[in-house]
């Protein structure tokens, strides 16, 4: 069924891959040019264990970090005090759109923590939630100057969060089985 709010590029990898894992590897680079982006990365992470990874990155050019864990890694307990992106995913909150790292409000964003951890100007920090707990978060983000992110951008990331959350939660699960 074609939903009208995503691009056909992003649609189509959703009809034609069946795994999280070809849909996750396809639909990054695919995402990133449609939201004009230079790094998208799918942060997955089992709520019950709090083990978590960034398990899919792509960066539209080689001077930007690619951040992809190769393992699983419990989160650090202080990282909900760091992070208030991270503390209002894990509170389920909506997602959250941020236009200037720089001058963020310091209630919604952690500027040294920004910095130091992923080195962006602007983000979307879009929650892959179900049941009230959270699963994974999708990180579009711009390097070098903010962004404004518009009516597209937020439609295409709502549609995504629907869509992606239980291949993340699929991709969790069958993770959890190997170990």
Known sequence: MTDP???E?????LENYSEPESIFTALLPVVGEVLQC??????????QTKFGKVAY???????????????WKLEPASLPEEDPL???ALRTHPSI???????ANPEVVNKEFERK??????LIHAHLCQDDQLWGILQPA??????????????????????LTPLAIAYIKAASVKK
């Open 5 to 7: 709010t995503l691009p």
């Open 9 to 13: 590029a992003i649609q189509s990898i």
């Open 38 to 47: 230079d790094r998208c990365f799918l942060y997955l992470r089992n709520p």
């Open 57 to 71: 990155c792509w960066r539209r050019s080689l001077e930007i970090s690619d951040i992809t864990d190769s393992d």
């Open 86 to 88: 991270f503390a209002a």
């Open 97 to 103: 759109y941020v236009e200037d790292v720089e001058t």
């Open 117 to 122: 951890n992923f080195g962006h100007r602007a």
């Open 142 to 163: 711009v390097f070098g100057q903010k962004r404004v992110w518009s009516a597209f951008d937020h439609a295409v990331v709502t549609q995504l969060e629907s869509k």
